[in-house]
């Protein structure tokens, strides 16, 4: 039903109708679909697991070696300056050949831009390169069980010893750790609550750093724990000037959020997906009929904020983004209340089973992935409707 009342998102057309757009998008389609996939490649999203990874490296240094890996990178680190639009067409077809972006998000999109604008050239000629070719993955240590979405709470501390720095503390939902070869760490070196965070790169081996993987009801384990006890950091590892935690953390949020219109590429199939268990088990009810369409509209919806977004080179922490993060998210959770309706019983197959039930589990989790949606909706009634900030109650 899905796939009969539209055609799919960049299956014919730019939006924009712009002939070098629509060259950059043929072309790519074409290496896509020619191009050998590593064996056990899958769309794993921004974070592979650590099974994926030994494929996602081999992608990474496809995508580098054909031009395709870190496009938003100046050339002169091996990127190619590419516009919103031409990272938009990018993220849109990778996900319509069901293929990965990058080996993870948080190498190229997150650590990366933070080097270039904080880091030493050292930094820069020691990190850049292996992370646009993929021979070392990236974590992003930032949240900790009592300073999640408010980041600025958070307890990891680092204490200066001479010329090295001393970091005791823990983080948690920390992506891809168990996999990572370095991760990108906030911790406390002082009082203030913004000024006395610093931005640490830490070698995930490094002694006294242990890593504990968090199975997740989808079956899968992206997630970790990280305990940091006497861990020993040279100051040569710290990523700007001590107290610019809050600036480094700052800087990273925002970019991950360019894709989100292009989540309606796997939208639209899971659609059809959930339209076709239903009609297998004649559960298309006109209530369920009315609701797929329902769904249907938003995803459309959905790619259209994010393209004039795009078409407006939208700045990423603009809160344009914050309302395709709510759209996006609500939309995943209401199509995973969708396969609920059609599965019926079905829906207790395990998630290894049924990619269905897989996508109903991991839908659940987009109001909290990336910023909540309580956060994003507090972030828009601040920044556009001008209403004073949220009440927050006194701790302890």
Known sequence: ????????????????????????????????????KPAGLRDYGPTPTVDDVP????????????????????????????????????????????VPRQLGIVGPSLAAPVIMQFGTDEQRAQYLEPIRTGTHPRSQCFSEPEAGSDLASLRTRAVADGDDWVVDGQKVWTSAAAAADYGLLIARTGPGRYDGMTAFIVPMTAP????????QMDGESKF???????????????????GQGWAVATATLGTERLSLGTQSVSMFSALDDIVAAAAERDRLTPRLREDIVSIWTRIWLLRATWLRAVHADAALTSPTFSVLKVMSSETH????????????????????DNPIVHAMLVGRAQTILGGTS???????????LGLPREHAPKKG
Request: hydrophobic share 40%; with cysteine; glycine share 8%.
């Open 374 to 384: 309580e956060i994003q909706r507090n972030i828009l009634a601040e920044r556009v």
């Open 224 to 242: 970790n724990e990280v305990f940091l006890s006497g861990v020993r950091l040279r100051d040569r590892d710290r990523l700007g000037e001590a």
């Open 208 to 215: 006294g750093i242990t890593v504990r993987p968090l199975d």
């Open 55 to 98: 494929a996602g490296r081999q992608w990474q240094r496809l995508l580098a070696d054909a031009g395709y890996a870190c496009l938003p990178w100046p050339v002169e680190y091996g990127g190619r300056g590419a516009s919103m639009m031409e990272q938009a067409v990018f993220a849109e077809e990778t996900a319509r050949a069901n």
């Open 1 to 36: 039903m899905a796939g009969t009342l539209t055609d799919r998102p960049g299956d014919s057309q730019t939006a924009a109708g712009d002939s070098d757009i629509a060259a950059f998008r043929e072309q790519l389609r074409a290496w896509l679909e020619s191009v050998p």
């Open 333 to 352: 959770r209401d199509l995973a209340d969708l396969a609920v309706d059609a599965l019926g019983m079905d829906v207790t197959t395990d998630p290894a």
